[in-house]
């Protein structure tokens, strides 16, 4: 999730190469506290990551970005229990430490994620 949709501001800054075209919100998290999970966030309007994917008509969710042992696991692990089937595309994140990935890694896939490569 990320760039405004049509007509709507964003405050969200991307990289310019970045093609934001397939973007259809963005999902602020960690404003007013510690966020690791992307389920923490809301969008411009407030409503919650979860709600808007169900509103979407969504049904799996892809789950990348840094960090593996934090962020990611946090995220990937709230959309299984929010009822999402869940990949965390393993060569698009990157963990902190190795021992702590691990450990995460074995967390998510206990939990239903399935662990994949993006290509």
């Known amino acids: 999730m990320a760039a405004a949709l049509p007509g709507r501001q964003s405050r969200a800054r991307f990289h310019p190469e970045l093609d934001t075209a397939a973007i259809d919100e963005v999902f602020r998290k960690g404003a007013y506290s510690a966020g690791y999970s992307g389920f923490d966030g809301t ?18 969710v892809d789950v990348a970005g840094i960090a593996t042992d934090f962020c990611v696991c946090a995220t990937a692990e709230d959309a299984v229990r929010a009822g999402f089937a869940t990949r965390v595309l393993l060569d698009l994140t990157a963990g902190v430490a190795a021992d702590s990935t691990a450990v995460a890694l074995e967390e998510m ?5 399935d662990l994949v490569r993006a290509g």
């Open 43 to 60: 969008d411009g309007t407030d409503t919650a990551l979860a709600d808007w994917l169900r509103h979407h008509q969504v049904d799996q």
């Open 109 to 113: 896939r206990a939990a239903g994620v």
